[in-house]
């Protein structure tokens, strides 16, 4: 089975750096997806690991460790903006379709 | 142009009735999804079509039963419904191959039970 656990809820000013951990319970998996969904709204993709190592997409970076079972999601120069919730997510090795999300954290940026 | 379409935004309806939510998704992908959000917004797979066919059933109940009439259509009818029933409905599409990995997600339908 997976098993996906994440902190319920982070707080962060603007401007400052903020990571998000995801640990993972898995019997296999093609990488790492994270998702932003804001109150009201639908989850979209920001950014995906196939290796372990860190991936950059502007503000936004993702860090994947298969060792240690364990993946982050980093956000920089934190805008008001950026305050969502954020879902680690993997996609099943046994059956292509299925993806399974994590708990959710939501990521309050105060001014 | 909206990539993934839902109707309706917004359903609401009493106990053992039936209803039904639409999707269409314009991205030409294969496969497509119906995921519930509850309201602790935990996300979790209920289908999946490729191509036209059932590829995935989670344990739900059978009274949702999905409908695909066509690969960029996939509609969900609930009977009998229960105040349980009562979420947020999502509707994805992705397509397999170099960014299998991205699904599109829809607005939503946020159905709640009286």
């Known amino acids: 089975g997976q098993s996906l656990e994440q902190p319920s809820e982070v707080t962060a000013v603007e401007g400052a750096i903020v990571q998000i951990n995801c640990t993972y319970q898995?019997?296999?998996?093609?990488?790492l997806s994270w998702y932003q969904q804001h109150d009201g709204g639908a989850p979209t993709f920001l950014s995906y690991?196939?290796?372990?190592g860190l991936e950059e997409t502007g503000r936004f970076s993702s860090f994947l460790s298969r060792s240690d079972s364990y993946g982050y999601l980093l956000l920089q120069e934190l805008q008001m903006k950026d305050s969502a919730s954020y879902f680690c997510?993997?996609?099943?090795?046994?059956?292509?379709?299925?993806?399974?999300f994590g708990s959710g954290t939501k990521l309050n940026v105060k001014p | 142009d909206t990539a993934v379409s839902q109707t309706p935004k917004y359903l609401v309806t009493q106990m053992g009735n039936d209803k039904s939510i639409k999707c269409e998704q314009n991205?030409?992908?294969?496969?497509m999804y119906w995921y519930k959000q509850d309201s602790k917004k935990f996300l979790k797979i209920m289908f999946s079509y490729n191509n036209k066919e059932l590829i995935i059933n989670e344990t739900v109940p059978n009274r949702f039963s999905p409908k695909s009439p066509d690969k960029a259509h996939l509609n969900l009818h609930i009977n009998s419904l229960e105040l349980g029933d009562s979420a947020v409905y999502f509707c994805a599409s992705s397509q397999p191959g170099l960014a299998e990995y991205e699904q599109y997600f829809g607005p939503g339908t946020r159905l709640t039970v009286t």
């Open positions: 997510a993997v996609r099943s090795l046994y059956n292509f379709n299925k993806f399974y």
């Open positions: 690991n196939a290796l372990d």
């Open positions: 991205l030409g992908h294969d496969t």
């Open positions: 898995t019997s296999g998996f093609y990488g």
